[in-house]
């Protein structure tokens, strides 16, 4: 369990900060760009499920949660040292994305097929909801990135993959499911 009894520790004041084993690095570090891409994608989908009611409520609750296993996952480097460990590190996995990929699946055959590339908007739900999409995708590019460098765990990319389409499909049915959605009109304002 987690307890924090002072909240500012001024150890960052030096641009560093400590990764899940204690390692120090540099704020800007590319894992700490990932986890914390991942923190502000947590962030958005608070704001989302400001609009959010019953199902769609409860399983952007389930993300949120998620999103932190994910960015306890991306702050904890050297996976091939997990079994050293004190204790396991809480690594995403394979049972987050099909989670994620049942509920697509369900809510993607309510749906009907898109014939236009769909604008982020429509209700106020699905606007959030396209934020929290463009927000992960973000994350997941720098995941990614990160994974070129140093160890991540694929389960984690995978999640993040998964998850802006949630995102995207879920922001569908906040939009009357799909018929409100707000089409592309390419060239329309020429």
Known sequence: ????????????????TALGNG????KHAMRVSAYG?????????????????????AQLAAIQNDLFDLGADLCRPDMEKDAEAEYPPLRVTGAQVARLEAEIDVMNAALDPLRSFILP???ALAAHLHLCRTVSRRAERLSVELATMESVNPEAV??????????????????????????????ANR
């Open 158 to 187: 995978k999640y993040l993959n998964r998850l802006s389409d949630w995102f995207f499909v879920a922001s569908r049915m906040a939009n009357n499911g799909g018929k409100d959605d707000v089409l592309w009109v390419p060239g």
């Open 23 to 26: 390692a120090r690095v540099a």
């Open 1 to 16: 369990m987690v307890v924090l009894n002072k909240i500012y520790t001024k150890t960052g004041d030096h641009g560093e």
């Open 37 to 57: 891409t991942v923190d502000e994608t947590n962030a958005t989908v608070g704001m989302a499920r400001l609009h959010a009611t019953g199902e769609a409520d």
């Open 121 to 123: 908007g429509g209700s």
